[in-house]
């Protein structure tokens, strides 16, 4: 019943809600940072895979590395796979630094270039004097200290994992 009075609280209605807004279509806003999302993901996903395709070579050596490791520290085989080390790890080098500034390095040279690509230098007097008794050995290898070999792999593991390529300028392939 309906009071002559409009200020009676019985003559108020429900309030009418407007419908919902919709998600779609979206806002020009929306495309754009969908747009931008998706740009970064495929670089992102290109990026990965660049750098993937780059340590290539590593992932090789580590795997050449782990199987010599295996075989130096079996019984069997010691003399022939501790010489590989030092072939190796210069293999490794050659794939990640210019040919013209590592094929020649030797001695104390090759021990200053392998900790200068690292953070922290593994290739200590001992390590370094490790590396060149096992690089120039003409007889039975057995007199190596095991522990003195077993510094030696951890170091050129250490190496391999972590030492920084150089950066070519885009467009030369020349390694």
């Given at each position: 019943m309906q009071s002559p009075d409009p200020a009676n609280l019985q003559n108020l209605n429900d309030i009418i809600?407007?419908?919902p807004v919709s998600w779609w279509?979206?806002?020009?806003?929306?495309?754009?940072?969908?747009?931008?999302?998706?740009?970064a993901v495929v670089w992102f996903v290109h990026r990965?895979?660049?750098?993937?395709?780059?340590?290539?070579?590593?992932?090789?050596?580590?795997?050449?590395?782990?199987?010599?490791t295996e075989e130096v520290l079996s019984t069997s085989g010691c003399d022939d796979s501790l010489v590989q080390l030092p072939i190796l790890l210069k293999r490794t080098a050659l794939?990640?630094?210019?040919?013209?500034?590592?094929?020649?390095l030797s001695g104390k040279e090759w021990h200053t270039f392998l900790n200068s690509k690292t953070r922290t230098p593994l290739f200590t007097d001992a390590v370094a004097r490790t590396l060149d008794i096992v690089s120039y050995a003409t007889t039975n290898l057995s007199?190596?200290?095991?522990?003195a070999v077993t510094t030696l792999l951890n170091a050129s593991q250490h190496w391999i994992k972590h030492h920084q390529p150089e950066q070519l300028p885009e467009g030369n392939g020349e390694r």
């Open positions: 809600l407007p419908a279509p979206l806002a020009i806003g929306w495309y754009f940072a969908a747009a931008l999302l998706l740009v990965s895979l660049q750098k993937w395709e780059e340590n290539r070579y590593r992932r090789g050596a580590l795997e050449e590395l782990r199987t010599l794939a990640a630094y210019p040919r013209h500034r590592i094929a020649a007199t190596v200290d095991a522990h």
